[in-house]
């Protein structure tokens, strides 16, 4: 399973690098983080085709961070959308997957080699 | 919400907080002028209250009864959790409580009421009272403040990155300016309208600050979000009206994509159309605007940009060059905004490259 997860709106201010999209091979991680990853994924209907995963910001929303996780498996792909805090999002198995998705985003966000050159 | 009613021309041409400014500094003549005129804008105020049926309770209650305008703050923490509101830990008139975001965050919305008060008349951000709520500590080393329509929303930031959101009052500035913008212009939040948008929070954001600094335009840092970078991070602020770009290059936050003239303009999808990029234009123009007048910038310069956010030409949809052209009409109308003062607004929409056109 392979994880892409970006930023396009990264909140009060616009940050390239943080909006950089992050990518998470999830079979490189831990076994078990691997499997409660994949089992959220499930849990949550990730690759149901009959649910709505793109989710509207709220009305009057302003400087709220917008994400996009995009989450690919063999053929199967499904990219979740929503602005703001999670309870946007309408499950609790939504929320506690992209919240452990996010999790594992943040060490994953290192600055590029390049800079460093 | 907003009603609109006071700005309509059927009812009135000058706003009251420009006739009651009349009355205080105008001549003689002047000052019965503006008399007879609020006298008659009353007359309508009650006809106007017919009207009223369709606004909530709680905003009539102060509206009939007339109160004064005063602060009704009140923070809620989340306890690092994504649940709003959270609990309250402190409301209007209690001491301070020791938390640092607790204490900053109630400051600050006293600072932004006090200054939306007494120095445009405006009761709280929707101008009838509205109580001023935030929460602190949302989720677990947020790093984001945000509106969320209705309440303030502070993280604590990462320790890293970010220190926590409240430090900053121009920050806490911003975020109410939203409700602001939202009443009066409702500029829709995508590309230009939504780049003004960012842009007015920026302005009453650095403008709170300077008047509680009691400073000119000439010695403001013109830095939205100072004190907001962790020490690590190469940076001042999350922006600067003084010189869009420069807020900050570092490895981890990349560069400032502000652009500071519409030659560098930037086209695109992400963050809701560059609302908080293409900010950096009009926030140049107006600190070119404000400090070639001098002064305290919130009294001229801050002066034109409220009037024309309430000004009936400025809707949801108003992009650039449209704005730039109600700024220097309503320049040219308001009391005590000299020529000259008109013409510094208009040339710092030129040398940002917008031209105005209604």
């Known amino acids: 399973m392979r994880i892409t997860v970006s930023m396009p709106s990264t909140g009060v201010f616009y940050s390239p690098e943080l909006a950089r999209p992050v990518v998470i091979n999830v079979d490189q991680l831990p076994k078990e983080t691997a499997d409660k990853l994949k089992a959220l994924a499930e849990r949550a209907g990730i690759f149901d085709q009959s649910k709505a995963l793109e989710f509207p910001p709220a009305k009057g929303l302003r400087d709220a961070q917008e994400f996009a996780i995009t989450v690919e498996e063999g053929d199967r792909s499904s990219t979740i959308r929503w602005t703001g805090p999670t309870d946007a999002l309408p499950n609790e198995w939504l929320r506690k997957f992209v919240d452990l998705v996010r999790k594992h985003a943040r060490p994953a966000r290192q600055p590029p080699a390049s800079k460093f050159d | ?358």
């Open chain 2, 1 to 358: 919400m907003c009603i609109h009613n006071h700005r309509h021309s059927i009812f009135c041409i000058l706003p009251p907080y420009m006739l009651r400014s009349v009355m205080l500094n105008g001549t003689g003549a002047q000052k019965a002028a503006a008399s007879a005129t609020l006298g008659v804008d009353s007359t309508f105020r009650a006809m106007r209250a017919q009207l009223a049926a369709s606004v909530p309770l709680e905003v009539r209650r102060r509206r009939v009864l007339g109160l004064l305008p005063s602060k009704q703050r009140t923070i809620s923490t989340a306890g690092n959790n994504e649940t709003l509101p959270g609990t309250v830990v402190r409301a209007e008139g209690s001491g301070p409580t020791g938390d640092k975001a607790t204490d900053e965050a109630y400051d600050g919305l006293g600072h932004t009421f006090d200054f939306f008060s007494i120095v445009y008349q405006r009761n709280s951000i929707d101008d009838e009272g509205l109580p001023l709520n935030a929460t602190v500590h949302y989720g677990d080393a947020y790093n984001n403040a945000f509106w969320n329509g209705q309440r303030m929303v502070f993280g604590d930031g990462d320790g890293d990155l970010f220190n926590r959101f409240t430090i900053a009052l121009d920050v806490i500035g911003h975020e109410l300016g939203h409700g602001v913008t939202e009443d009066e212009a409702g500029l829709v939040y995508f590309q230009q309208p939504g780049a003004l948008n960012e842009h007015l929070s920026d302005v009453w954001g650095s403008l709170i600050k300077q008047w509680v600094l009691k400073q000119n335009a000439d010695k403001a840092d013109w830095l939205i979000g100072a004190g907001l970078l962790g020490s690590a991070v190469q940076g001042k602020a999350l922006r600067s009206m003084k010189a869009p770009g420069t807020a900050y290059d570092d490895p981890k936050l990349g560069k400032d994509p502000q652009p500071a003239h519409m030659d560098d303009y930037v086209d695109t999808f992400s963050d809701n159309g560059g609302v908080h990029i293409n900010s950096g234009i009009p926030n140049k123009a107006f600190y070119l605007a404000a400090t070639a007048i001098g002064g305290k910038a919130w009294e001229k310069a801050g002066r034109i940009w409220y009037a024309t956010t309430r000004d009936v030409r400025v809707t949801e949809g108003t992009k650039f060059h449209e704005f730039a052209a109600v700024t220097i009409d309503v320049a040219g109308q308001l009391p005590g905004i000299k020529k000259p003062d008109v013409k510094a607004v208009a040339e710092a929409w030129a040398e940002v490259g917008i031209v105005p056109t209604a």
